[in-house]
């Protein structure tokens, strides 16, 4: 039986509260920098996440064009989606949809607390809008089901 995970299996997958992992290519012989991140993902769509305009992590996207991303689940079934995709856009995050993640993420009291402690920081920072080219799921479930 596959393990591969159908398109809507993903793209559902995908949409849960998961923290994703961002790669992106090293500069100057340096090894791809992989880092946590917070990101929104509606079916069919495209992959976002925010980041600070200097950033190390941003310099690197910008150049590279194009990112890694890996999203888990580690209580069995183990399960994940990686995704190979090129950025499409930047743009200044809307604190509105920050706000909905620090929800997502930590709930609705500690997201609030959360949002309001960093607002004026989320308005500096900037959105990564990327458009999803490659996939590679596993779904470890499925080796133990009919």
Do not use: C, N
Request: charged share 25%.
């Amino acid at each position: 039986m596959s393990t591969r995970m159908s398109r809507a299996e993903r793209e559902s997958f995908l949409t849960g509260t998961h923290i994703g992992v961002l790669s992106v290519a090293g500069s100057g012989g340096r090894p791809p920098m992989a880092v946590p991140i917070w990101y929104g993902y509606e079916p069919g769509g495209e992959l976002t996440f925010a980041t600070s305009p200097d950033s190390v992590k941003m310099a690197l996207i910008r150049a590279a064009g194009q990112i890694g991303f890996t999203v888990q689940q580690e209580a069995m079934p183990y399960k994940y989606v990686s995704i190979e995709g090129s950025v499409v856009g930047y743009e200044r995050t809307d604190a509105d949809e920050y706000r909905r993640w620090s929800v997502r993420y930590l709930g609705p009291d500690a997201g609030e607390r959360f949002f309001d402690s960093i607002e004026d920081h989320v308005r500096t920072m900037i959105t990564v809008r990327v458009r999803p080219e490659r996939w590679r799921t596993y779904d470890f479930g499925r080796e133990f089901s009919g």
